[in-house]
C-alpha cells in the first residue's frame, strides 16, 4: 500500500509571509499524522524562506511517524542534519531565485560531493534518498553512491499541456520507478502532484511513498489538515 508523506513547508509560508508565529508548521504535522499520514516531509533551505531551524528540530522532538529532511549537499546542511538526526534526508537541487525545486539533482554533474556526503549522512545513521528526474542514467549514477532510496521528480508529468504528453511523461515515470527497484533502491515520488492527478502515480507498483505538500495545504486552507490528509490518503489508496 502507497504510503503519504506530507509536506509542510508552504504552512511555514503562509507564517513568513507576515514574520509571524502562526500558522505553525509543527502543529499542522501533528494533524497530518493524526489523520492518518506515515511520514512528514520539510525543506530547510539555505534562505531560510519557509521551515526554519527551530520548526526542524520540534519536529524531530514530535513527529513519530517519519521525517524526511530535504536539504542541499552544503557542509551547512550535512552538519544540521547530522545533528538533527532526521529519518530520512533528501538531496534536491537548490537556486535562490527559484519559486520551488525545479528540477531533479544532476548526479552526475555533483558525483564527487555526493560521493562525500552520502557515506557521512548514512554513517549517522539517516536513511538517504536522491531526488532525480525519470531519467536511466541518473539512476546508474546513483547506484554507484549506493544511495538508499530514490525520488523521482513527477513535476513534468504534473505540468503536461495534454493527454498524450501527460502519458509520455507517466510512461518515463513507470520505466525509471521498475529500473531502480531492480537496482536496489527504495522508490517515492513526488513534486507537483494534486488531488486531480495522483491517482495514475500512486498505481505504480515499485513506488512505496508519495510526497505530497502544496496542495494538501492548499485543501488545508478550505477545509483543515486532518480533513486535506485523510482525503489524499483516500485518493491514493
Known sequence: MVKLGVNVDHVA???????????DPVAAAIAAELAGADGIV????????????????LLRDVVRSHLNMEMAAT???????LDVKPNMVTLVP??????????????QQNYDRLAEVIPRLQDG???????????????????????DYVEIHTGLYAEAKDA???LAELEKIRDCAAIAAKLGFGVSAGHGLTYQNVRLIADITE??????GHTIVARALMTGME??????IRVIR
Do not use: W, Y
Open 13 to 23: 509560508t503562509v507564517r513568513e509571509a507576515r514574520k509571524t508565529n502562526e500558522p
Open 42 to 57: 520539510c525543506h530547510l533551505r539555505g534562505d531560510r524562506r519557509h521551515i526554519q531551524d527551530r520548526d526542524l528540530r
Open 75 to 81: 557542509e551547512e546542511m550535512v552538519g544540521i542534519a
Open 94 to 107: 537548490e537556486r535562490r531565485e527559484e519559486v520551488t525545486t525545479e528540477g531533479g539533482l544532476d548526479v
Open 125 to 147: 545513521n539517516i536513511v538517504v534518498s536522491i531526488f532525480i528526474d525519470p531519467h536511466v542514467d541518473q539512476l546508474k549514477v546513483g547506484a554507484k553512491l549506493r544511495a
Open 164 to 166: 498524450e504528453e501527460e
Open 207 to 212: 513506488v512505496e511513498e508519495l510526497n505530497i
Open 227 to 232: 480533513g486535506a490528509v485523510r482525503e489524499m
